[in-house]
């Protein structure tokens, strides 16, 4: 750990001056950030960054898994793989009505937006024109927002869903790539790469994150969080991995709130301008700490639940969002 004074501050305080000047940071300046144990300061400086750049908004999006199961890739992470056995509800992809009920409540519960995930590689044509369908009755129906996450896409589905009015596309790195092949080997990081500059060029806005705590190092997370920023990408969810029973990574130790913290804010230096929302696993590792996380670095949040795991009621997080001084959108 860098050593805790005026040393420590003051490197701090220089890289929050150059990237709120619009300058940026190195992988070895990040990783000196990242091995500090003076918290308090590098919270300060990723919450002034965050100011400068989004304000005191926090974005409150919930989300639906519309197609649970059967994927045919084998993400060392998912519950939802077909190669393990979890235990996880499988079910085809959702009636129409149901999905825009759900886009409701979570509208009236105070989120504005809604994601509406499905467990694919990449849909087949039948299912896609299901939910191309189901966007179109959420948009005329509810009004709210929708981004969508639904695995590989090809540029004519791409700019399909554009044209339907879906505001961002989810499609995460997952990990470095470095690291990538310890985590799955049934596709590549590039292609994963790969559907998020589709994504981009046709005009979408581009969700991209990852999960920490699968057994990488301190350094392969920043390399994790490098790629994700030379995507340019609108929104950024870090998650944190909950080692689910069934899956390589069921005895997988839990991080302590800190070290997730410190990393959100030494991303928040990397990626200045986007949404870096705190994602899966934030209730079971942050516990009472998302007040801080929020406070160091982060400016949205997944609330109500998430695919195979559940979450805050969405009034409790607006409650808590408030109580901080900052704003939910």
């Known amino acids: 750990m860098m050593s805790d004074d005026g040393d420590s501050s003051a490197f701090i305080e220089s890289c929050m001056d150059r990237v709120m000047a619009g300058g940026r940071i190195t992988i070895d300046e990040a990783e000196r950030l990242l091995a500090t144990d003076n918290l308090a300061k590098l919270a300060e400086c990723a919450n002034a960054i965050t100011r400068k750049f989004n304000g005191d908004v926090v974005d409150v999006e919930a989300l639906i898994n519309a197609k649970s199961g059967r994927c045919p890739e084998d993400c060392s992470f998912c519950a939802q793989s077909t190669f393990y056995e979890t235990g996880v509800n499988k079910y085809p992809l959702l009636p129409t009505e149901q999905v825009v009920e759900n886009a409701r409540m979570a509208k009236e519960g105070g989120a504005t937006s809604?994601?509406?995930?499905?467990?694919?590689?990449?849909?087949?044509?039948?299912?896609?024109?299901?939910?191309?369908?189901?966007?179109?009755?959420?948009?005329?129906?509810?009004?709210?927002?929708?981004?969508?996450?639904?695995?590989?896409?090809?540029?004519?589905?791409?700019?399909?869903?554009?044209?339907?009015?879906?505001?961002?596309?989810?499609?995460?790195?997952?990990?470095?790539?470095?690291?990538?092949?310890?985590?799955?080997?049934?596709?590549?990081?590039?292609?994963?790469?790969?559907?998020?500059?589709?994504?981009?060029?046709?005009?979408?806005?581009?969700?991209?994150?990852?999960?920490?705590?699968?057994?990488?190092?301190?350094?392969?997370?920043?390399?994790?969080?490098?790629?994700?920023?030379?995507?340019?990408?609108?929104?950024?969810?870090?998650?944190?991995?909950?080692?689910?029973?069934?899956?390589?990574?069921?005895?997988?130790?839990?991080?302590?709130p800190e070290d997730a913290i410190r990393t959100i804010a030494v991303w928040r230096f990397i990626m200045p301008k986007t949404i870096l929302k705190i994602a899966g696993g934030r209730e079971v590792h942050l516990k009472e700490k998302d007040r801080l996380a929020l406070k160091a670095g982060a400016n949205g949040i997944i609330t109500g639940g998430y695919l195979t795991t559940g979450g805050n009621e969405p009034n409790r997080d607006i409650t808590m969002i408030q109580e901080i001084g900052l704003k939910a959108k």
């Open 114 to 256: 809604f994601c509406l995930v499905c467990a694919y590689r990449s849909p087949p044509d039948k299912d896609f024109e299901q939910i191309c369908q189901t966007i179109t009755a959420i948009k005329k129906e509810v009004g709210t927002e929708v981004n969508v996450s639904l695995g590989f896409m090809t540029p004519e589905r791409a700019r399909r869903l554009k044209e339907l009015g879906v505001k961002r596309y989810n499609h995460n790195l997952e990990a470095a790539e470095s690291y990538f092949s310890k985590i799955c080997t049934t596709h590549e990081f590039k292609d994963r790469v790969n559907t998020a500059r589709i994504v981009k060029e046709a005009g979408l806005e581009l969700c991209c994150g990852g999960i920490i705590g699968m057994g990488e190092t301190p350094r392969q997370r920043l390399e994790l969080a490098f790629s994700i920023a030379s995507l340019e990408p609108d929104e950024v969810p870090m998650n944190i991995l909950i080692g689910r029973e069934g899956t390589p990574l069921e005895g997988m130790g839990t991080i302590e």
